[in-house]
Structures are given as structure tokens and as C-alpha cells.
Nanobody
Framework: QVQLVESGGGLVQAGGSLRLSCAAS????????LGWFRQAPGKEREFVVV????????YYADSVKGRFTISRDNAKNTVYLQMNSLKPEDTAVYYC???????????????WGQGTQVTVSS
């Protein structure tokens, strides 16, 4: 089993930045594909970005491309999401997830964090 804990969310003005972290315990994150997802009230969980086990092949949703950057540090068992130029539309609960298959469907991921709230004010 893998336990994932997100941190770094909060309230930020439009145009500002936040860095989210996802720390793992249990198995090393090097064994897993990692993704970030988000969910706004009344909406389905939405893919944000995915990264391979060794840090290559990141793929971003069009809505965040050029503004968000994913990275991972397997030695620290941590994955990060740097979010710049934030917009009110980015307001959501952000979740990190781990799985065995590189993909964009949240139903394919095996482990999830509890989520961290990101609120962007206009």
C-alpha cells in the first residue's frame, strides 16, 4: 500500500503561484506513474498532468499547459506541482494519485491522497 498526502494549497490572487507537494509513505514512488487531478464543486474529477516513473514523458491538460509544471524526486518520495499564472477557473481540490499504468483516466489510478484546496480569487 501507498499513502499519499498533499500539501501546499491555499488562497491566492489571480496571477499568483502555488507549489503543491505530495509525499508518500509505504512503498517508494519510483514504482509508480504519478498524476495530479482536480475537482471543482459540481464537476467531475479532471485530469491535470501525469509523469512517468523516472520523471520523463510529462503530459499536461490543455487548460494548464504552459502554466503548470510537474516534477518528482524519487529519493524524497515526493511529487510536486508548480502552478503559475493561476486563474479563478483553477479553483478546485487538487489530488495526487499513483498507479501502474500511464494514463489520463482517474479510474485507472490505484492510490489517492486526501486532496488539498486551491482557491484563486479574482
Amino acid at each position: 500500500q501507498v499513502q499519499l498526502v498533499e500539501s501546499g494549497g491555499g488562497l491566492v490572487q489571480a496571477g499568483g503561484s502555488l507549489r503543491l507537494s505530495c509525499a508518500a509513505s509505504g512503498r517508494t514512488l519510483a514504482n509508480y506513474v504519478l498524476g495530479w487531478f482536480r475537482q471543482a464543486p459540481g464537476k467531475e474529477r479532471e485530469f491535470v498532468v501525469v509523469i512517468s516513473r523516472f520523471g520523463g514523458s510529462p503530459y499536461y491538460a490543455d487548460s494548464v499547459k504552459g502554466r503548470f509544471t510537474i516534477s518528482r524526486d524519487n529519493a524524497k518520495n515526493t511529487v510536486y506541482l508548480q502552478m503559475n499564472s493561476l486563474k479563478p477557473e483553477d479553483t478546485a481540490v487538487y489530488y495526487c494519485a499513483a498507479g501502474s499504468v500511464y494514463g489520463f483516466d482517474p479510474r485507472k489510478y490505484d492510490y489517492w491522497g486526501q486532496g488539498t484546496q486551491v482557491t484563486v480569487s479574482s
